[in-house]
């Protein structure tokens, strides 16, 4: 027979697990990226982009944030901590035709210089890429604004580990709380849970969309980050 009952218990365990779930990927990202290495130095930025593009001096600025986690998706709190070589100035007008010239040498300059592990990034006009070496990353980009070489420090491989056990001892928690407090006080737990719900499964759905689509510069934003810009885009 039909057991209405039991279907909404099944779904209050199932609400908790998720709510619990979230909470626990956040709390767990946080510890597990903990104590990052610190960005190379300003003369090692430099440095390193000469040995990329070779015999052409940087006349931009060089920009540096010294943050500790998260993505460029956030803003001067919760960015991502990088060092940025530019090459030109900053124009007021972007020029009609991009000289592409500097780039085409730079993969193979880098690949001389140890860095390994390449990948194109094909939404800039000129050639355009990432590499590794050891935890730090390097990142060449060309569009109007001219070539930049960026530095920053791959994610700690502790954040994957520690979104994913915290996701789980939490979706654990969750369906055990939850079913036991569901029979004599369901009506008190939906009560807090689905407005709960209501902000955090939309903000969840959008962490998870950046983390697997990568629409991000930078390392890989730990999961908890994105909360605080979240928070500053619909609240402030």
Known sequence: ???????????????????????????????????PAPLPSNAEALGWAQEIVPGVTPAGERDRRDYEYGSRLGDESYGAGFVEVNY????????????????????????????????????????SWSAERGDLVAEYTHD?????????RATPAGVAAGTL???LLGALTGAVAFHMLSGRHRPLLL???????VVLFPGAA???????????????????????????????
Do not use: K
């Not at 009952?5 to 990226?33: D, H, K, N, P």
């Not at 697997?212 to 810009?229: A, D, K, Q, R, S």
């Open 88 to 127: 030109e100035p900053l124009r007021e007008y972007a020029p009609e035709v991009i000289d592409c010239g500097p780039g085409r040498a730079t993969r193979a300059n880098a690949a001389a210089h140890g860095w390994r592990h390449f990948r194109g990034l094909t939404e800039y006009p000129c050639a």
């Open 144 to 152: 109007a604004g001219g070539p930049v070489v960026t530095f920053y």
């Open 206 to 236: 959008i962490i998870l969309s950046v983390l697997v689509l990568g629409g991000y510069e930078g390392p890989t934003p730990p999961f908890w980050t994105v909360w605080p810009t979240l928070a500053r885009l619909f609240f402030s």
């Open 191 to 197: 009560r807090v849970a689905v407005p709960a719900a």
């Open 1 to 35: 027979m039909d057991n209405p009952q039991g279907r909404a218990g099944v779904g209050v365990v199932v609400l908790g697990a998720l709510l619990l779930a979230i909470v626990g990927a956040t709390v767990g990202s946080w510890i597990g990226g903990r104590d």
């Open 165 to 167: 056990i915290g996701a």
